[in-house]
């Protein structure tokens, strides 16, 4: 029989597998011996011997801070805190979450390599890479700002790739975003959703992510795991993202099941993925198997999934080499993604690179960069009123809603289909003969559709 599950097969994974199923079971440490935080969990990666008071005492949080927030945010339990909550700057990254959905295009040669290849399976190994890689920058444990309604993100020079990414809507929040070269197109359509568990938080990825591979149109479609981010507030903050991550051929019927295993005791199993690539008839292909945070690897598999003979595993993929000590865990990537090296000729006025309170915090302007977000997020609470007391709709510039909706593991999600008019928009901008040279840093932050706020 076809090992279908990478956790139940026989062969090459059974003793991985077997050795992790009880996950956190030796690291979670209960803070009931702390009077007011009863019932809450403290978890180490590393499952040490230290008691969950010494541990409760580490991370980035002073402690007044860290009881007033607990106080705040208790009440919150069980709900999901997406757009409810709002969250101190000291907790964030200076990068807006459109400019951490442009990271997945740091390996976009994978997609590429997907487009040129002949054989079928490698295909699925290139592209599943491609959508493993952008794992190393999710274990930040900062948190990017929310985009306010209208922001857009564009990014160029990389790989050949015009990235543009937009907030399409506030309640709920829902980003689209599209990006392109001569080897494929790749759209989302993303709305978060969470569930608060105390000292925790369950993220779970409702989108629909669609790749299409232009040599010979072939559609790929991802379904990544949830994420877990632990110690939010008490203990070191740490993210894991336990469970199945399926790519698939909706052309061909082709696909492959990666499952992401849960961190267990003492760090037993941390980063590492193990899984297949099936045909439409869902027999095993090729094997693969990784870490997450390091690199993947692949290998011909028989029907049990047991390696072929003569063959050997061979690397797909490997992080790149990150800075060192780098205050936010940076990638060299996500650095140029927050720069203007990557902005395109006369960037929109919507663009997150110019939000003031980002700026703020990647000077280390803490208090600015509060005082900023809170402006931000009043303006538009005014615009929103302003607009309704018209009778008007919010209408993205460069996405259109549709009727479609997709169905994840998680709930439905409201589709946004991407129009073509900023192809036509970098197309006029790119070809404009005007030599005026703009300062683009003296651009102000501008995502709002109704000009006369700037007068309030």
């Not at 390996?107 to 487009?115: C, G, I, P, Q, V």
């Not at 992510?209 to 010979?216: A, G, H, I, Q, S």
């Not at 598999?301 to 865990?329: H, I, M, Y």
């Amino acid at each position: 029989m076809a090992p279908n599950d990478p956790k139940q097969s026989g062969g090459f994974f059974a003793s991985i597998a077997n050795s992790l199923s009880n996950f956190g079971s030796a690291m979670t440490k209960s803070v009931n011996g702390l009077v007011g935080y009863e019932g809450l969990e403290v978890v180490n990666p590393e499952g040490g011997t230290e008691d969950a008071e010494e541990e409760a005492s580490k991370g980035r949080w002073k402690q007044e801070d860290r009881d007033s927030y607990w106080k705040m945010m208790q009440k919150y339990i069980g709900s999901d805190v997406t757009s409810m909550v709002t969250l101190p700057v000291i907790i964030f990254e200076p990068m807006s979450m459109l400019q951490k959905m442009a990271e997945l295009m740091e390996y976009s040669y994978l997609l590429d390599m997907a487009d040129q290849c002949e054989d079928p399976y490698m295909r699925m190994v290139y592209s599943t890479s491609w959508a493993i890689s952008v794992y190393y920058g999710y274990q930040r444990t900062w948190k990017p700002f929310n985009p306010i309604l209208g922001e857009t993100y564009e990014m160029v020079n990389h790989g050949g790739i015009t990235f543009i990414a937009e907030q399409v809507s506030h309640h709920p929040p829902m980003s689209a975003a599209h990006a392109e070269n001569e080897h494929f197109t790749y759209d989302i359509s993303s709305k978060v959703k969470t569930k608060f568990l105390g000292n925790s938080i369950d993220i779970y990825p409702l989108g629909r992510t669609r790749v299409t591979l232009k040599r010979d149109g072939a559609v790929l479609e991802l379904v990544p795991p949830l994420t877990k981010v632990n110690n939010l507030i008490f203990g070191r903050t740490w993210v894991d993202s336990p469970g199945e991550m399926i790519m698939t051929n909706l052309t061909t019927g082709d696909k492959a099941v990666l499952y992401f295993q849960p961190c267990g005791w003492f760090g037993a199993g941390r980063y590492e993925i193990d899984g297949y690539v099936y045909n439409a008839a869902e027999e095993p292909k090729i094997l693969m198997t990784g870490k997450w945070n390091e690199s993947m690897s692949y290998q011909p598999c028989d029907s049990e999934g047991e390696p072929l003979p003569g063959t050997e595993l061979k690397e797909s993929w490997r992080v790149a080499e990150a800075p060192k000590n780098d205050k936010f865990q940076y990638t060299h990537f996500a650095h140029k993604i927050n720069s203007f090296d990557t902005a395109p000729k006369k960037l929109l006025a919507s663009d997150s690179r110019l939000r003031p309170d980002r700026y703020a915090l990647e000077q280390g302007d803490l208090s600015k960069a509060g005082y900023e977000k809170s402006s931000l997020e009043e303006r538009q609470r005014a615009e929103k009123k302003n607009r309704e007391a018209k009778g008007h709709k919010f209408t993205p510039k460069w996405f259109d809603f549709t009727n479609d909706v997709a169905t994840t593991p998680w709930g439905e999600l409201e589709v946004y289909q991407y129009n073509g008019k900023y192809t036509e928009h970098r197309a006029a901008m790119d070809s404009s003969s005007s030599s005026e040279d703009i300062d683009v840093k003296s651009i102000e932050f501008n995502p709002w559709q109704y000009e006369d706020l700037a007068a309030n």
